[in-house]
């Protein structure tokens, strides 16, 4: 595989082998985060799970001190009154059988679906479109809900939804390069606190194994393990 020159440049400023701290990781990430447009700063953990066992699927929500630092485009399903609190909240779109039917005509165009628990029966025939994609609304994640204004502002204020793949891999984004060093490092240690909290008692051996940050188009950036659990103390 070629890599364009500014990789081969970012890739020459890191050591592929060395764990980083914590500390001096945000600030490679930052370094290497030199494409023309804001780059996403992206977490990536190994963890010691088996996701094909339903006691050990890690899934999740985390509320980002600073958020991501992304526009979020949320759409609410929901009836009666409903509708208005989630726009009175902010929501980008809402509706039920109008938004239903331009979705199995083949819109996506948002960023997470909220829905309230009485619409979740009409919904469910959109799960074939909606599940590969990551937005089918969920009880575990906080999007099915009576509470859609609280929701609609929690997603909006970097509220982010994480869950291992099948090689039991986390991999989300936690912020903008953008941002302050400071604020990335709070941003990742609130997403591992909550991490590390849902480690499950079934899993044998060493839960977090690996660790690694990168901006969107650089290369990954290996972060030491016990730095990152000496700054959550």
Do not use: C
Request: aromatic residues 6%; proline residues 4%.
């Amino acid at each position: 595989m070629k890599h364009s020159r500014r990789y081969t440049d970012n890739v020459a400023k890191i050591d592929r082998i060395k764990e980083y701290e914590l500390d001096d990781a945000v600030v490679k990430v930052k370094e290497t985060a030199n494409a023309k447009f804001d780059e996403s700063v992206e977490i990536a953990l190994n963890l010691g799970v088996d996701p094909r066992r339903a006691d050990q699927m890690i899934r999740g929500t985390v509320a980002l001190p600073h958020g991501t630092g992304k526009s979020i485009r949320v759409l609410v399903f929901a009836k009666g009154p409903k509708q208005e609190e989630a726009r009175e909240a902010g929501a980008d779109h809402v509706g039920l059988e109008d938004y239903m039917e331009k979705i199995q005509a083949g819109w996506t165009d948002v960023d997470a679906i909220i829905a309230t628990p009485d619409v979740m029966a009409t919904i469910s025939k959109l799960g074939r479109v909606l599940g590969p994609r990551g937005l089918m609304p969920n009880p575990k994640s906080g999007t099915v809900t009576f509470e859609v204004g609280q929701a609609v502002k929690e997603v909006k204020a970097g509220r982010i939804d994480f869950r291992t793949d099948k090689y039991g891999i986390l991999h989300v984004a936690i912020g903008k390069a953008s941002f302050e060093t400071v604020k990335i490092k709070e941003n990742l240690l609130e997403f591992m606190r909550v991490v590390m909290r849902m480690k499950p008692t079934t899993a044998k051996g060493l839960y977090l194994k690996n660790v690694s940050l990168s901006s969107t188009l650089g290369p990954g950036i290996k972060v030491s393990k016990q730095s990152i659990t000496n700054a959550m103390k």
